[in-house]
């Protein structure tokens, strides 16, 4: 077996690890290698928190290179807030930016959003300025 082989490829985690468990049953041993490198030029990642990254294009979000799960409503709140960085955004700007104008929205609902977010991230990254709206910070 040559050691100095080095394979390089991209896929979704499905694909991947069946890729993975294929080179691994012919011998081979398989590193991930970190693009992290990558990812802070590219302006389409949002670093925030200390492990957290987050693909504009994609609108998935990253903790420590692993893929968090989101709904789509998750992932329009997580956005619009790392694009209003440091910046309060109130429950209006929130509620007209994730649900259409035609659907009747109560504060409850983005807080409910919020909670729901919230525990899926290992980090209290969301902070809310009471009676105003939510924000992380810069």
């Not at 049953?25 to 590193?31: I, N």
Request: proline share 1%; net charge positive; glycine share 4%.
């Amino acid at each position: 077996m040559n050691k100095n082989v080095v394979l390089m490829f991209q896929a979704d985690d499905t694909a991947m690890s069946d890729i993975e468990n294929y080179i691994a049953s012919r011998g081979y041993e398989v590193k991930k290698i970190s693009d992290v490198k990558t990812k802070k030029s590219n302006k389409n990642i949002i670093d925030f928190g200390e492990f957290y990254h987050f693909n504009l294009k994609s609108k998935e979000i990253f903790y420590k290179n692993e893929k968090v799960n989101l709904t789509k409503k998750e992932s329009l709140f997580l956005k619009l807030l790392l694009l209003n960085r440091g910046h309060i955004v109130t429950f209006e700007q929130a509620t007209s930016y994730i649900w259409n104008p035609e659907e009747a929205i109560t504060e409850n609902n983005l807080r409910t959003l919020v909670w729901r977010l919230r525990s899926k991230l290992q980090d209290d990254i969301i902070k809310n300025n009471q009676g105003i709206g939510y924000y992380i910070d810069s």
